[in-house]
């Protein structure tokens, strides 16, 4: 009797090897995908890592122009300002000592300050004469003393009369700078304190009580005077041209001109 075929054993060896290729590949499918997920996600990082380095890379720049335009303003500020120190002529509404705020500060003391004091000198039986004279021996003595300072810086930046047409332009820019400080310095100086280190006595027989009319006055003309003298070019009352008044007490010359001129 013939022996029977056992199909079943035949087919399960040819099963096994198919499920095995479809395991394998789907192994390989997920592997795949792993791996084209993983490119992803560094493309991805990548991407926003240069996005976000962009970004930064942007504002970087932004900020940098900011600052370089600040800069710049800052710089044309302190140039503007160099030239106005080095001009005579220029003004500047910020500057307290320019020619034309010394021309209002003596026209305050000419029109302002001097009718109150004349009024009470009047009535110490006091001369004009020598109330002029020790006025104008005030703003000649208080521009000498300004001059000496001046000098002084000149020394020290190794310039003089002889010197001054050689010297580099830096350092006669930055002379002149000092010299402005010195007029600014004295703009804040107290005006009691400059007189007394620099013009301590009134001079003459003059009574305690035309002393304390004038010191004030004298005081202002002091400081005025300094200020005056440090100017660039330095200015001074126009006493050599004093218009004579039918008011005896008009004692003020009406302009001041450049010290150069007088």
Not at 84 to 89: A, C, W
Not at 134 to 146: D, N, S
Not at 179 to 188: E, R
Not at 202 to 221: A, F, H, N, T
Request: charged share 30%.
């Amino acid at each position: 009797m013939p022996k029977k075929k056992n199909k079943g054993k035949i087919k399960k060896p040819t099963s096994s090897v198919a499920e095995i290729e479809t395991f394998y590949k789907q192994k390989l499918d997920e592997v795949r995908l792993a791996a084209q997920l993983a490119v992803s996600r560094e493309n991805t990082t990548s991407y926003t890592m240069e996005t976000s380095l962009k970004e930064q890379l942007h504002k970087t720049i932004v900020a940098q122009k900011q600052k370089d335009k600040e800069l710049k303003s800052f710089k044309d500020r302190l140039a503007a300002m160099s030239y106005l120190f080095k001009s005579g002529d220029t003004e500047s509404m910020n500057n307290p000592v320019s020619k034309t705020r010394l021309i209002e500060m003596y026209d305050n003391l000419k029109l302002l300050q001097w009718p109150k004091v004349k009024d009470q000198l009047k009535s110490r039986s006091i001369q004009t004469k020598v109330v002029q004279g020790l006025i104008q021996e005030t703003f000649r003595t208080a521009a000498g003393e300004a001059n000496k300072k001046k000098q002084q810086i000149e020394e020290a930046f190794g310039l003089n009369e002889y010197s001054s047409g050689q010297a580099p332009q830096k350092v006669k820019e930055y002379r002149q700078l000092t010299v402005q400080n010195l007029q600014m310095a004295l703009f804040h100086t107290n005006k009691e304190e400059l007189l007394k280190t620099g013009f301590p006595e009134l001079g003459g027989p003059y009574s305690e009580e035309v002393k304390e009319d004038l010191r004030p006055l004298i005081s202002e003309c002091y400081w005025l005077s300094c200020l005056m003298a440090l100017n660039n070019p330095p200015l001074q009352p126009d006493w050599r041209n004093l218009v004579p008044s039918m008011d005896p007490w008009d004692i003020f010359p009406r302009n001041i001109i450049s010290a150069s001129v007088m």
